[in-house]
């Protein structure tokens, strides 16, 4: 049985996925959360020195298609607490994010986009070399919450309505019904 080479001789920057998988070699990573410079733009302020990505990426050779010669997969996982901005407080709000996903490694860019739209699994190539660090930032992004919220903001939210209602009682005005001329035009019919 032939060993393994060491995980030090694969370079995650520019991953030989193809000798990655065929060695069913792992890799994996602490680095801190502000190396990740377009994930760290969307972040409510700077992260600072104790914010880490954590990840790991496994390498594989599964059969082709209907027994097809055997194709490289690499199976990633990553996770992360973050600071976002929360949509009701624009506060922050540690928002956690974890990505678990398998690509399967096709020859060229040019192949992955033929055969993206007619294939479940995500697609990666062989050539240019992918930088596997790039794939990491890639998921965790897209892995953020549409409109991140806390589950209960830590401070009361302003009541923008509830003060236009007060006011506009001290005036001694009253506001008119938003459906009334509506009213008053099915009231002709």
Do not use: Y
Not at 66 to 86: D, F, N
Not at 95 to 120: G, K, L, M
């Amino acid at each position: 049985m032939a060993s393994k080479p060491p995980t030090s001789v694969f370079n995650p920057q520019r991953l030989d996925a193809l000798r990655f998988a065929q060695a069913g070699a792992r890799l994996d990573g602490d680095p801190p959360l502000a190396d990740f410079r377009r994930l760290a733009s969307d972040l409510h302020a700077p992260a600072d020195a104790q914010e880490r990505v954590r990840w790991s990426a496994e390498g594989e050779m599964r059969a082709g298609p209907s027994g097809g010669a055997p194709q490289a997969w690499l199976h990633l996982r990553a996770e992360a607490c973050v600071p976002l901005t929360c949509q009701r407080c624009l506060g922050p709000v540690q928002t956690p994010i974890e990505v678990d996903r398998w690509f399967r490694f096709v020859a060229d860019e040019a192949t992955a986009e033929a055969q993206d739209d007619d294939s479940e699994e995500d697609l990666l190539a062989l050539e240019p070399r992918p930088s596997l660090i790039e794939v990491v930032e890639d998921e965790l992004i897209l892995s953020l919450p549409l409109v991140p919220v806390h589950e209960r903001c830590p401070q009361p939210l302003p009541d923008g309505v509830g003060t236009q209602a007060e006011e506009g009682e001290g005036s001694g005005s009253e506001r008119p019904h938003p459906f009334a001329s509506l009213a008053k035009l099915k009231g002709r019919s």
